[in-house]
């Protein structure tokens, strides 16, 4: 079945450490997307990659990093810059072909700071 | 700068009891708008795309529909299975390509 995975399902930080949450698709979609979601409020972009080997800061990129080196991977990085790093993280891909923009996502990452 | 409203924030329905969740945008030049779907510590589940004003669309209960400034999510005779958190999220022709701008969201729960 095609779609995409997210791991790890839960993730603890130490204070200062840098963490990775891995995003991968087998749905052969060109865009990939990483939003953060805190309790009572909308999702919110991190970063975009609309096609390999580039992307796009989003709305809170400050303190995340990322990188596209594959089609089917858009792995994510929380700094130890980013102070609030507790949330729920959602990465999501989009079919850039024609006028879609409907977003696939993943089931997600918790992260919590020890 | 575009802007998505939903309200209400929360809603407790009987089940059999229908209602409509309202989702407000303020954008400069509609894309698209979105409903999703969201199950407790679940990603989005895409429900419905629209795309101009007077659309319509349904699926099983729900049904959605858009005008100039504002989609409804109509729930007709929901059952309990239907308590999630409803998204609304719109494109818009003041940002990129693919980067949505997302409503807080209605959470919905309906009672047997």
């Known amino acids: 079945d095609g779609g995409i995975t997210q791991s790890p399902k839960y993730l603890f930080r130490k204070e200062g450490q840098n963490v990775t949450l891995s995003c991968e698709q087998n749905?052969?979609?060109?865009?990939m997307y990483w939003y953060r979601q805190d309790p009572g409020q909308g999702l919110r972009l991190i970063y975009y990659?609309?096609?390999?080997?580039?992307?796009q800061k989003g709305d809170i990129a400050e303190g995340y990093s990322v990188s596209r080196e594959k089609k089917e991977s858009f792995p994510l990085t929380v700094t130890s810059a980013q102070k609030n790093p507790t949330a729920f993280y959602l990465c999501?891909?989009?079919?850039?072909?024609?006028?879609?923009?409907?977003?696939?996502f993943g089931s997600g990452t918790q992260l919590s700071v020890l | 700068e575009d802007q998505v409203t939903q309200s209400p924030e929360a809603l407790r329905l009987q089940e059999g009891e229908s209602s409509s969740l309202n989702c407000s945008y303020t954008v400069s030049g509609l894309r698209g708008l979105f409903w999703y779907r969201q199950d407790p510590g679940k990603g989005p589940e895409f429900l419905f795309t629209?795309?101009?004003a007077g659309e319509e669309k349904e699926k099983e209960r729900l049904k959605a529909t858009l005008t100039k400034k504002e989609s409804f999510l109509h729930i007709t005779a929901p059952k309990p299975e239907d308590s999630a958190t409803y998204l609304c999220?719109?494109?818009?022709?003041?940002?990129?390509?693919?980067?949505?701008?997302f409503g807080q969201g209605t959470i919905l729960t309906v009672h047997p």
């Open positions: 749905l052969n979609h060109d865009a």
């Open positions: 990659s609309q096609i390999v080997n580039d992307f």
């Open positions: 999501a891909s989009s079919d850039s072909r024609g006028n879609n923009e409907k977003l696939f």
């Open positions: 629209l795309y101009s």
């Open positions: 999220a719109v494109g818009a022709g003041g940002t990129s390509y693919g980067k949505l701008t």
